[in-house]
């Protein structure tokens, strides 16, 4: 998937310009859903039990970004 594949180079690239929908789309590309709304913040998880929180804001905080990177695409 091509557009996953250049948003992740973005975030680690250029970290100040990623938006949540962008986020989101990583996310839901490694197997997460969106299980719980509250606020402005939105709670991803995946079957093994893992759970990632974002905050629907754009652009989105580099250390969200951060820890992305470092759970997801870095293992």
Do not use: C, T, W
Not at 40 to 62: A, Q, W
């Amino acid at each position: 998937m091509a557009s996953i594949e250049k948003i992740i180079d973005k975030m680690r690239n250029q970290p100040r310009g990623i938006s949540y929908s962008e986020a989101a789309k990583v996310l839901i590309y490694y197997g997460y859903e969106l299980k719980r709304k509250r606020g402005s913040h939105r709670i991803y998880g995946d079957p093994h039990g893992n759970v990632f929180v974002l905050k629907e804001e754009d652009p989105l905080k580099i250390s969200y970004i951060k820890e992305m990177l470092d759970r997801l695409i870095e293992d």
